[in-house]
């Protein structure tokens, strides 16, 4: 499949994709800084700007998610890579303490493996999912999510009956 990369420097190539993105979805906020464009969103709105950063504005990969847990809320922060030098930071947050957001496996296809992760370690679910199951902690029997402030780590209450 070839794709048509858009031309111009850095700095006018992130300009146009914060413009595009202002265009298409209403952006809670939004900026340039350096080679990062950075825009919050509301989590509803979040598969459609990164189907429109894909599909429209040629941003190719997916890099990673991260989430911060904000005891009552969660930040999630999409990094997008544009493969000739720029970023673009896509940051939403779900209130809540079982939160859960749209998939955006169908549009970047790498968000399985960070999805499942942010689902394990957070309990962050994610609708749409193809197969949303732990990755790290075990499958059966561990109903905690070990990155949430929330967490106790006793030992003794944690791990009890899985020896």
Do not use: C
Request: hydrophobic fraction near 40%; aromatic fraction near 10%; avoid cysteine.
């Amino acid at each position: 499949m070839a794709v048509s990369m858009p031309g111009g420097d850095v700095a006018s190539r992130l300009s146009g994709y914060l413009d595009g993105l202002k265009n298409r979805h209403g952006l809670e906020e939004g900026e340039v800084e350096g080679n990062v464009v950075r825009v919050v969103v509301a989590p509803e709105s979040v598969p459609q700007v990164l189907a429109t950063a894909k599909a429209q504005l040629k941003v190719l990969h997916l890099s990673f998610i991260t989430v911060v847990d904000w005891e009552g809320s969660f930040e999630l922060t999409y990094e997008l890579l544009d493969l000739r030098g720029g970023t673009v930071r896509v940051k939403t947050v779900i209130e809540g303490t079982e939160p859960v957001i749209g998939s955006v496996t169908s549009v970047y296809p790498t968000a399985n493996w960070h999805e499942r992760e942010a689902y394990d370690m957070f309990g962050v679910a994610f609708r749409g999912h193809p197969d949303l199951r732990r990755t790290y902690m075990w499958q059966d029997h561990f109903d905690h999510h070990p990155l949430l402030k929330s967490f106790d780590i006793s030992t003794k209450r944690t791990f009890e009956g899985l020896r």
